[in-house]
Protein backbone atom coordinates (compact mmCIF):
# COMPACT_ATOMS: atom_id res chain seq x y z
CA UNK A 1 0.00 0.00 0.00
CA UNK A 2 1.33 3.29 -0.81
CA UNK A 3 0.83 6.94 -1.58
CA UNK A 4 2.52 9.06 -3.44
CA UNK A 5 2.39 12.67 -4.02
CA UNK A 6 4.11 14.54 -6.84
CA UNK A 7 3.61 17.74 -8.88
CA UNK A 8 5.46 20.27 -6.95
CA UNK A 9 7.84 22.72 -7.72
CA UNK A 10 8.97 26.53 -7.44
CA UNK A 11 6.54 29.15 -8.96
CA UNK A 12 6.41 32.77 -8.31
CA UNK A 13 3.38 34.45 -6.48
CA UNK A 14 0.72 34.46 -8.32
CA UNK A 15 1.40 31.36 -9.66
CA UNK A 16 -0.72 27.64 -10.16
CA UNK A 17 0.80 24.05 -9.08
CA UNK A 18 -1.49 20.95 -9.60
CA UNK A 19 -0.36 18.24 -6.91
CA UNK A 20 -1.27 14.77 -7.72
CA UNK A 21 -1.84 11.89 -5.08
CA UNK A 22 -1.48 8.13 -6.94
CA UNK A 23 -2.34 5.21 -4.99
CA UNK A 24 -0.17 1.70 -5.39
CA UNK A 25 -1.71 -1.12 -4.25
CA UNK A 26 -4.54 1.16 -2.47
CA UNK A 27 -7.96 2.32 -4.20
CA UNK A 28 -8.26 5.92 -3.43
CA UNK A 29 -12.09 5.69 -4.62
CA UNK A 30 -13.28 4.00 -1.26
CA UNK A 31 -10.90 6.03 0.94
CA UNK A 32 -11.20 9.86 1.73
CA UNK A 33 -8.00 11.52 1.19
CA UNK A 34 -6.68 14.71 3.00
CA UNK A 35 -4.01 16.43 2.09
CA UNK A 36 -1.29 18.37 4.68
CA UNK A 37 1.62 19.99 3.89
CA UNK A 38 4.47 21.15 6.43
CA UNK A 39 6.58 24.56 6.48
CA UNK A 40 9.79 24.77 8.06
CA UNK A 41 9.39 24.90 11.30
CA UNK A 42 6.10 24.92 11.59
CA UNK A 43 3.10 22.22 12.20
CA UNK A 44 1.77 20.14 9.91
CA UNK A 45 -1.73 21.48 8.81
CA UNK A 46 -4.34 19.62 6.90
CA UNK A 47 -5.23 22.01 4.12
CA UNK A 48 -7.93 20.04 1.74
CA UNK A 49 -9.72 16.75 2.05
CA UNK A 50 -11.87 14.94 0.10
CA UNK A 51 -14.40 12.04 1.21
CA UNK A 52 -14.65 8.82 -0.72
CA UNK A 53 -17.49 9.53 -2.71
CA UNK A 54 -16.57 13.20 -3.09
CA UNK A 55 -19.70 14.44 -2.00
CA UNK A 56 -18.06 16.00 1.91
CA UNK A 57 -15.09 18.69 0.78
CA UNK A 58 -13.35 20.65 3.28
CA UNK A 59 -10.39 23.52 3.15
CA UNK A 60 -8.60 25.09 5.45
CA UNK A 61 -9.45 29.01 5.62
CA UNK A 62 -6.08 30.23 4.21
CA UNK A 63 -6.98 28.17 1.11
CA UNK A 64 -10.66 28.85 0.44
CA UNK A 65 -11.02 29.90 -3.23
CA UNK A 66 -7.78 29.06 -4.04
CA UNK A 67 -7.44 25.61 -3.99
CA UNK A 68 -9.39 22.97 -5.28
CA UNK A 69 -9.46 19.42 -4.59
CA UNK A 70 -10.80 16.76 -7.18
CA UNK A 71 -10.91 13.06 -7.84
CA UNK A 72 -10.43 10.77 -11.03
CA UNK A 73 -11.64 7.23 -10.37
CA UNK A 74 -10.14 6.39 -13.48
CA UNK A 75 -6.69 7.17 -12.57
CA UNK A 76 -6.69 6.47 -8.94
CA UNK A 77 -5.51 9.90 -8.22
CA UNK A 78 -6.97 12.57 -6.29
CA UNK A 79 -5.37 16.50 -6.85
CA UNK A 80 -5.02 19.36 -5.32
CA UNK A 81 -5.38 22.20 -7.69
CA UNK A 82 -3.41 25.50 -6.30
CA UNK A 83 -4.11 29.30 -7.61
CA UNK A 84 -2.63 32.31 -7.18
CA UNK A 85 0.24 30.77 -4.53
CA UNK A 86 1.76 32.75 -1.86
CA UNK A 87 4.98 32.34 -0.57
CA UNK A 88 3.08 31.75 2.59
CA UNK A 89 2.12 28.09 0.41
CA UNK A 90 5.24 27.16 0.94
CA UNK A 91 5.50 23.78 2.63
CA UNK A 92 6.23 20.08 2.10
CA UNK A 93 2.91 19.00 0.97
CA UNK A 94 1.73 15.19 1.61
CA UNK A 95 -1.19 12.83 0.68
CA UNK A 96 -2.44 10.90 3.68
CA UNK A 97 -5.80 8.20 3.93
CA UNK A 98 -7.31 7.52 7.60
CA UNK A 99 -8.02 4.09 6.50
CA UNK A 100 -10.91 3.71 9.24
CA UNK A 101 -13.15 6.13 7.85
CA UNK A 102 -14.15 6.97 4.33
CA UNK A 103 -15.25 10.22 5.47
CA UNK A 104 -12.52 13.10 6.29
CA UNK A 105 -10.46 13.14 8.56
CA UNK A 106 -7.18 15.12 9.96
CA UNK A 107 -6.22 12.82 12.76
CA UNK A 108 -4.98 9.29 12.94
CA UNK A 109 -4.14 8.64 9.13
CA UNK A 110 -2.60 5.53 8.54
CA UNK A 111 -1.12 5.70 5.16
CA UNK A 112 0.82 8.76 4.21
CA UNK A 113 2.57 9.21 0.86
CA UNK A 114 6.20 10.69 0.52
CA UNK A 115 5.71 14.54 -0.02
CA UNK A 116 6.40 17.00 -2.40
CA UNK A 117 7.63 20.48 -1.82
CA UNK A 118 5.86 23.45 -3.12
CA UNK A 119 7.93 26.52 -2.99
CA UNK A 120 6.05 30.16 -3.58
CA UNK A 121 8.86 33.20 -4.32
CA UNK A 122 7.52 36.44 -3.72
Known amino acids: VQLQASGGGLVQAGGSLRLSCVGS????????ITWFRQAPGKEREAVSCISWTGGKIDYVDSVMGRFTISRDSAKNTVYLQMHNLKPEDTAVYYC????????????????WGKGTLVTVSS
Open 25 to 32: GFTLDVNS
Open 96 to 111: AAPGWTRQCAKNNMRY
